[in-house]
Structure formats: structure tokens, C-alpha cells
């Protein structure tokens, strides 16, 4: 038995079917594959890939869960979001792992040592041209 719709109700507003207490929207999954997105975007950041990545895989979680409970509807709309921020999460650390490895050579200390004691441009590239043998070697 169907019941109409209630007419200060607008017809896309959040609601629950009758009797069922199944939402016609999933937040969660929304807000997953907007925050994946984002992390995919912005890995090469901290806050762009790792913090938007970690949220988006947590919101990707909850909202395939309650998909698969029969509370929400969009469960692939969460599991893509949930995939999205992983990847941009886990490209974030790469990057940062490989930002942390080249802070701490002693190569990168050479060069910041070189570059502290220099007192002219030309002696600034030369410290570079140092550091980029270094590197290459």
C-alpha cells in the first residue's frame, strides 16, 4: 500500500520509503567520493592526500556498510569513494616517505651546508651543480 507523499515535503528532500526505513540518500557515500576525489587530486599534499584520503576511505566504509545493511542506498558510489581516497592516502605517503629520504641524505646535507656557506649567486650554483652530481653518482 502506497501512502502519498506529504505536500510541504519536497519531492528530492532526504525521506525514508514507507515502512521500509531505507534512506533514498547515503551521505556518507557522497561525501566519500567528494573527499576521493579531492585526495586523488591533491596527493602531492599532506593535507590534500593523506587527511582527505583518510577521511574518504573511514566515509567510504560506513556508507558501503550501511548500504550492504539495507539502511542506504549508493553502495558503489561509497566503494569508489572509499577506493579513491585509499589510493590518493597511499600516494600521500609515498611522496612524503620520499620528501623524508631526501631530506636526510647526506647528500641534501652537503648541499644545504654548501649553500649556507656561500656567499654569492655563483657560488649557490655551483653548490647545486655539486649536489646534482652527487645525486646522479
Known amino acids: 500500500m502506497s501512502y502519498p507523499e506529504h505536500p510541504a515535503?519536497?519531492?528530492n528532500a532526504p525521506q525514508t520509503q514507507h515502512g521500509t526505513g531505507v534512506r533514498r540518500t547515503?551521505?556518507?557515500a557522497v561525501a566519500a567520493l567528494v573527499l576521493g576525489i579531492l585526495a586523488?587530486?591533491?596527493?602531492?599534499?599532506?593535507?590534500?592526500?593523506a587527511l582527505l584520503g583518510l577521511l574518504a576511505l573511514i566515509f567510504g566504509i560506513i556508507g558501503a556498510r550501511k548500504a550492504?545493511?539495507?539502511?542506504?542506498?549508493r553502495r558503489v558510489m561509497s566503494i569508489v569513494g572509499a577506493v579513491l581516497g585509499a589510493l590518493g592516502l597511499?600516494?600521500?605517503v609515498v611522496i612524503i616517505a620520499i620528501g623524508a629520504s631526501i631530506l636526510n641524505s647526506d647528500e641534501f646535507k652537503d648541499f644545504d651546508d654548501c649553500v649556507q656557506?656561500?656567499?654569492s649567486q655563483s657560488e649557490r650554483d655551483a653548490c647545486a651543480d655539486d649536489f646534482e652530481q652527487d645525486v646522479n653518482n
Do not use: E, K, Y
Not at 40 to 49: D, E, I, Q
Open 90 to 92: 597511499i600516494a600521500s
Open 40 to 49: 586523488v587530486l591533491l596527493f602531492w599534499t599532506v593535507v590534500g592526500g
Open 117 to 119: 656557506h656561500a656567499d
Open 68 to 73: 550492504r545493511g539495507g539502511q542506504a542506498p
Open 9 to 11: 515535503t519536497p519531492g
Open 26 to 28: 547515503n551521505p556518507m
